[in-house]
């Protein structure tokens, strides 16, 4: 039994407001049988420093991905480690974290990967709650292990490779990273070096929509008019496109591909988490700089 | 700089991550001097969130060392305040003979990602530059 959705008019415009959730409404339904709160941040400490009573910490890096694969979790690794932080199969899952859950939304992409039917982003995420001035506590979250069934990693759905963007040529595509970046200035993010690649520039035709764009200063995301504006409106989607989103790594482009699968509701949307990192470094796919979006290539048969 | 690489050492991988935090709560809070003054403070590029630091030499030629990260980053707080103690007041030459590995021998790349423990290695280069530049 999923936990009723949140009823607030704020998400009501929005395509699935059932993968948001208020932090009126989470205040209100901590405790709530069947509910698991997780935080998922940049920073590998900041749970420690304090976190939303009866939530559990996931961390991107040391527990999402791989450790020795450029990969994610496959279905056994997945399940060992869900069970090891209480949740079941059925449970509603709340994710939050910090930066306007920009590492929760890539916490949610990866639970989608193994079709988590229930997940939802607290709206405004870590900052939002602490800015409110809501309660906060040290105390690390008791769990009970759970059995989180082997379910087999579906990519095909919400995640594209490098193949599949060769494919995808003459579709949408959308660069979230900043304009720096996309213009082959830089070849990383600001701030962050040392996830560089050769080349710098863009793919082919992709628009250049950075992905904080997205996010108001109190971290939640704009409204529906807003998010038209910027989708529809500047980088010329048109609803029942098949789009990919990319950054660097894939962190940046799961917000994007939120925003753009459950609040605006595009049906086909792909994250291509190898992005900028594996694109730019590879031998021999088209290229472009500048701030111009470039033509497509023929897509690849 | 031994003694902290047993403390970590010494610890079961998750409570290395507990010290950690403890030194991030603990980081001493920047003289008025440099925190009227943001300018005089450099900024580590390589860590994912803001840290600025700033070395100074004393007639003795011993090395004080002040760093600024904020609240929201404790991780990198928790690395700036493990070189504050592992270094502070050393003499100048005893930190530039610092072991460079030292960020990777705490045990604590597991525990935060190597990509983390970047940050550490970029934070201690740049003390030693800083020394470097003021004994020349």
């Known amino acids: 039994m999923p936990v009723p959705f949140d009823p ?7 395509a699935h407001p059932e993968a948001l959730v208020t932090t009126e409404w989470l205040a209100a339904n901590l405790g709530t049988p069947g509910l698991v709160v997780l935080e998922s941040d940049e920073d590998v400490l900041l749970y420690e420093v304090g976190h939303i009573p009866t939530a559990v910490k996931i961390d991107w890096f040391t ?6 694969l450029r990969d994610y979790l496959d ?3 997945f399940a060992a480690l869900l069970s ?3 949740i079941k199969r059925e449970d509603t899952v709340v994710i939050y974290g910090d930066k306007s859950n920009w590492w929760a939304s890539y916490a949610l992409w990866v639970f989608k990967l193994f079709g988590h039917e229930d997940v939802r982003l607290l709206n405004g995420g870590r900052d939002k709650w602490i800015a409110e001035g809501r309660e906060l506590t040290r105390e690390v979250t008791p769990v009970s292990e759970t059995q989180y069934p082997v379910v087999e990693r579906k990519d095909e759905e919400i995640r594209a490779f490098r193949d599949d963007v060769l494919k995808h040529f003459g579709n949408p595509l959308i660069d979230v990273r900043s304009p720096q970046e996309y213009t082959g200035e830089r070849t990383h993010m600001p701030d962050y070096p040392e996830e560089g690649a050769l080349r710098g520039g863009h793919i082919p035709s992709a628009a250049n929509v950075p992905w904080a764009k997205a996010a108001n200063e109190d971290k939640t995301f704009k409204n529906l008019a807003d998010l038209k504006d910027l989708y ?8 029942g496109d098949n789009v990919i989103a990319y950054c660097r790594i894939g962190e940046r482009s799961s917000h994007t591909w939120f925003v753009l699968k459950y609040l605006l509701g595009f049906e086909n949307v792909r994250n291509y988490d190898g992005s900028w990192t594996e694109w730019g470094s590879s031998v021999a796919v088209p290229i472009v700089k500048g701030e111009a979006p470039g033509a497509a290539p023929a897509p690849k048969k | 700089m031994q003694d902290l690489i047993d403390d970590f050492q010494d610890l079961p991988v998750k409570e290395r991550l507990t ?3 403890e030194f991030s709560d603990n980081l001493p809070e920047l003289p008025a001097r440099y925190a009227d003054h943001p300018d005089l403070l450099e900024r580590v590029e390589e860590c994912q969130s803001p840290v600025y630091l700033f070395v100074e030499i004393d007639e003795d030629k011993n090395a004080h060392l002040f760093f600024s990260a904020p609240a929201e980053a404790p991780t990198t707080r928790g690395f700036a305040s493990v070189l504050h103690e592992a270094l502070d007041g050393l003499p100048a030459q005893t930190v530039l003979d ?3 590995q030292f960020p990777d021998l705490l045990g604590l790349t597991a525990a935060v990602s190597p990509l983390r423990i ?3 290695r970029a934070m201690l280069a740049r003390i030693k530059r800083q020394i470097r530049e003021k004994l020349a």
Do not use: F, I, V
């Open chain 1, 84 to 86: 090891s932080k209480g």
């Open chain 2, 118 to 120: 970047n940050g550490m």
């Open chain 2, 19 to 21: 010290l950690l935090l």
């Open chain 1, 63 to 68: 527990e999402l991905n791989d450790d020795t």
């Open chain 2, 98 to 100: 610092a072991d460079n």
């Open chain 1, 75 to 77: 279905g056994e690794k």
């Open chain 1, 232 to 239: 529809l409106g500047q980088a010329g989607l048109t609803p």
């Open chain 1, 8 to 14: 607030s008019e704020t998400l009501a415009e929005y």
